[in-house]
């Protein structure tokens, strides 16, 4: 085991629950409540922004007198004169009514992108949608920073995050332990996990934060290189949108995997830190 | 055993604000903090000071907003905002297609100067293809010419106490119970004096058309559209923001947007 053991204290549990270990830092245990906390309201904040002009565009520009958008959500009034939520995605249009487009109740119902259990404020009101984004997004970054630095001094990211070779060959494995739902519980991040932390945390972090200064015409003068890298403003808006969408399938899949593979024992481990295993695989994994 | 407890109580509050948080976005319960005047608003927004200040020092005084190809304005300049204002004063103007307009500079000048538009295009000029983001969230480039407003200012001689420059407009904004409000915009000396801010009387090739703003616009690169004042009446030099509207440098700032635009 390369995780440390507590010192000096007794077993805190009868040995049949096994052992318990310090499993995630102070530093992992912050940034993740910050993030948890600013995700929260930068997503429903970031889509109040997105319902001020609900499509999306690739290249530097958006298409007025020329066709460059590859979604729009908006409504239009049926054949039967009855109108309808309406969402294009790539040239391809679907009927969302109730949710994109158009929703709320049916007598009255509000025309705009995302609903209103979806945005804050829940009405319309770009000025404190940007307030509310502009404010978390401060914690966001600032908790990315603590997290990098912290996580490259004490290892964190090397031992823990950072996918081996070894996670690597054994990754056909650990995605087939996970859809038989078959976890270990041995305090270390298995291939899939360390695959999908390291995406969240060195891919899709960095692409929102550096999408989101994309379109700041201010950075764009600062560092006029960002719209090379994303493509443009239009593009790096699209991308953002994208990495906040890959974000809520990860907050997703986050959350079903805390609540089985055990949703006290997870939670007490990003809250207090402590983390009991597994009796039978650490054993195992000790002998290793 | 007595840890666990407490962990599992701890555990459950947490579970239980989630749990709570859930719905509140689904209703409108956080409504209450958000709305104009509440101090959590007014709170949030200060971050706005700390964006403001840290762009100041990332962004060099003088660094230069992307500049497009002519390939790239591919499409009018969008619209937005007012686009045909019904002032009396503008309809006599635009009736005599703006002869006898003269872009007034007062404030915290040496000397208080107007120009007609002759007087304008016959002054250096500076012609860029930018890119225009609006508040909303979409972007369009076109082309602008016009006169750099830091030439405009020398001619006045700025007096050193001035901080910010104001654009006052002809248009007005209908608020509803307020009745009309006319459109003022405000920037700091920095963005005033930096080499793309020009007051535009031209675009894409063409004088400015009304529905962008003629006679004068102003061009504000490194920041948001409605930053951009349209129909410039006249450009006053304080060194305070707090005579003017509600006091926070802009029509729009009055109704809660940020006045550093820069985001």
Known sequence: MTVVDEIGEAPLEPPESG??????????????????????????????????????????????????????????????????????????????????????????????????????????????GR??????????????????????????LRRDILPSLADVKALPKSIADHLRFRFHHDGKYNGLQKFAYAGVL??????????????????????????????????????????????????????????????????????????????????????? | MSRFLVNRRRFLTVAGVAAAAVPLSGCDGLDGYLSGQSPVRGFMASANTLTYRVQRVLIGADQLAPEFAASEVRQGQRPNGSTDPTDADYLTLQGRAFSDYRLQVTGLVEKPVSFSLNELRNMPARTQITRHDCVEGWSCIAKWSGVPLARVLDEAKVKPEARFVVFHCFDSMNLGLSGAV?????????????PQT?????????????????????????????????????????????????????????????????I
């Open chain 1, 19 to 128: 052992r318990v270990i310090r499993r995630h830092g102070l530093a992992t245990r912050l940034t993740h409540w910050t993030w948890a906390i600013a995700l929260f309201f930068l997503l429903l904040s970031g889509l109040q922004i997105f319902n001020a002009h609900p499509s999306l565009y690739i290249g530097q520009q958006s298409g007025f007198e020329f066709d460059n958008a590859i979604l729009k959500i908006g409504a239009i009034r049926g054949d039967d004169g009855v109108p309808k939520g309406v969402t294009t995605i790539l040239g391809r249009s679907f009927t969302t009514t109730g949710v994109l487009g158009m929703s709320g109740a049916t007598e009255n119902p509000s025309f705009r992108g995302f609903p209103t259990w979806a945005t804050l404020p829940s009405y319309q009101d770009l000025s404190t």
């Open chain 1, 131 to 156: 307030v509310i984004h502009f404010f978390f997004a401060w914690f966001f970054v600032a908790a990315f920073l603590v997290w990098l630095a912290s996580s490259l001094i004490n290892g964190h």
């Open chain 1, 202 to 288: 060195l891919v899709i972090f960095p692409g929102i934060i550096l999408t989101g200064l994309t379109m700041s015409p201010g950075m764009n003068a600062a560092w006029p290189w960002l719209l090379d890298v994303f493509g443009g403003r239009q593009t790096a808006r699209t991308l953002h949108f994208v990495c906040m969408t890959l974000l809520v399938g990860f907050f997703v899949i986050h959350i079903v995997m805390v609540l089985a593979a055990g949703p006290l024992n997870e939670m007490r481990s990003i809250i207090t830190g402590r983390y009991r295993i597994n009796p039978q695989t650490s054993e195992k994994e000790e002998h290793r």
């Open chain 2, 182 to 194: 006319p459109y003022y915009e405000s920037i700091d000396l920095i963005d005033a004096r930096h």
């Open chain 2, 198 to 262: 020009i007051v535009a009387y031209g675009c894409n090739d063409q004088p400015l058309p009304v529905a962008n703003g003629a006679p004068l616009r102003v061009r504000i690169e490194r920041q948001l559209g409605y930053k951009m004042a349209k129909y410039i009446k006249s450009i006053e030099v304080v060194s305070t923001l707090e005579p003017f509207g509600r006091g926070k440098g802009g029509f729009w700032e009055d109704l809660g947007y940020e006045w550093y635009a820069g």
